[in-house]
């Protein structure tokens, strides 16, 4: 089956496990995306799959991360993708790190031993259950399964499964709130227990993996994965060479500095461009890739109605790492119908419309607002800032980082809460599920 250019395809029969290049074990688990054969498919398998090809590649074993993390790689795209798939299936926390993609993971880890041994701490919920995953009540393996490769750059290659059969079973009554929460409430009623069987050959688009080369290893990326996946079902082109002008920054404040104007000008400007040469190589080839999915749809720009009016940052070192803090932040919205502005310092974060004040918070707060305790966290870690050819921000280990500091400056009253409420809804000490984001969905708190 042709998909791109470049293929190159696998032995017949060979298929997906641990063992040597060629050896696939047909008994271990996989994900794809959602096959497309001529008969309907039921809204919940859909959902089903997609779940599982975004969320679970990463998500869904990373709670084993804070065990035995490390990153080691593979020497190849197949063997990358074919230690996942096993990973997924066996739990393997080992196999796991060694594969992911470090600059994609990297101290997500570190923020979930910080939850973990939290909740181990306040004897919040009974220890046994902490270790889960979002997979809970949904299988899925492959068997008999073909594989290719197409080489997409040097530092980029497709791992696509090009036949084989896909059996998904799902188990309502045990899936966890993430996964149950992204099926509508009446396809869940129906669902009971199900198991489809698709062929992999019956699918108008071939699953596959996106595999990253990094410091002459190869890694699984789910990041690379979810824009190709969006890539292909929005009819949009790959950049595989893309051009960058990155810029340089002589120290983390500059690099925050610069990380935020790149932001707002992507903004205005409807090209994720100037965020992009504004970032480290990494994220910045990420984007550049998907440069034209990433547009902005409509093709057109704001008008420069977001601005930056001040960004004065400070940089401190966190947990071994520096981190660019806010200490006099100011963005401006102006149209003809709007002046509004969101402005952060001496510890506290206002909004305004047309001058007069609408909302503050500050981080001394503690106990009383919710949103206190993101703004104190913020404040405490800001911009991951890594060195290497200038400075330059991090993107998803800024979040993890931010994640992180929530965990650790909450009041145990909100922890627990919090982490009771995300428990799956299975689970004898759970409360209501929350979809596992901490106190609340932003916005609703």
Same mark, same amino acid.
């Given at each position: 089956m042709a998909n791109g250019h470049g293929l190159q395809q696998g032995a017949p029969g060979s298929q997906w496990g641990t063992g040597e290049p060629g050896q696939w074990d047909p008994n271990n688990s996989g994900w794809s995306h959602p096959p497309r054969s001529g008969r309907p498919k039921p809204r919940w398998i859909v959902v089903a799959v997609a779940a599982i090809a975004i969320i679970a590649l990463v998500a869904a074993t990373l709670v084993f991360l #804070?065990? $035995? =993390?490390g990153q080691s790689g593979a020497s190849t795209p197949q063997l990358a993708a074919s230690s996942l798939l096993s990973a997924i299936k066996s739990g393997d926390s080992t196999k796991l790190s060694n594969v992911l993609a470090p600059e994609e993971v990297g101290g997500f880890s570190e923020a979930l031993s910080a939850q973990d041994r939290r909740a181990r701490e306040s004897g919040v919920i009974d220890t046994s259950l902490v270790e889960r995953t979002l997979t809970d009540g949904i299988d899925i393996q492959f068997t008999n399964v073909d594989v290719a490769v197409e080489q997409i750059r040097d530092d980029l290659a497709k791992v696509v499964i090009t036949s084989g059969d896909l059996t998904i079973s799902v188990d309502s009554d045990r899936l966890s709130p993430e996964i149950s929460a992204l099926i509508p409430q009446s396809d869940l009623a129906q669902l009971g227990s199900k198991t489809e069987t698709y062929a992999v +050959? !019956? @699918? !108008?688009? +071939? =699953?596959f993996i996106m595999t990253v080369k990094v410091g002459g290893a190869w890694y699984v990326s789910p990041l690379y994965t979810l824009f190709e996946y969006a890539t292909i079902d929005e009819g949009k082109p790959r950049v595989d060479s893309p051009q960058m002008n990155r810029q340089q920054f002589d120290s983390a404040e500059a690099a925050a500095r610069g990380a935020l104007e790149g932001l707002v000008t992507s903004v205005n400007t409807?090209?994720?461009r100037p965020l @992009? +040469?504004?970032?480290g190589e990494y994220d910045a080839k990420v984007l550049l890739t998907y440069e034209p999915l990433l547009a902005d749809q409509h093709g057109e720009s704001n008008s420069e109605n977001l601005s930056v009016e001040r960004a004065i #940052?400070?940089?401190? $070192?966190? $947990?071994g790492s520096t981190y660019a803090v806010p200490t006099d932040l100011s963005i401006r919205y102006r149209d003809r119908w709007n002046d509004n502005s969101t402005t952060i310092s001496e510890g506290c974060? +206002?909004?305004r419309e047309f001058g007069r004040l609408d909302y503050r918070v500050c981080a001394d707060e503690l106990g009383e607002s919710e949103d206190a305790i993101f703004l104190r966290a913020f404040l405490e870690s800001g911009f991951l800032a890594r060195p290497g050819g200038g400075w330059h921000v991090t993107v998803l280990p800024t979040m993890y980082a931010l994640y992180h500091q929530v965990i650790e400056v909450a009041p145990q009253a909100d922890f627990d809460r919090w982490f009771k409420e995300s428990m799956p809804a299975h689970s004898p000490s759970a409360g209501l599920a929350s979809g596992g984001f901490p106190f609340g969905e932003p916005g609703n708190r």
């Open positions: #804070f065990l $035995r =993390p +050959e !019956d @699918a !108008d688009v +071939e =699953p409807g090209s994720v @992009a +040469e504004a970032l #940052f400070t940089s401190q $070192r966190l $947990r974060l +206002e909004t």
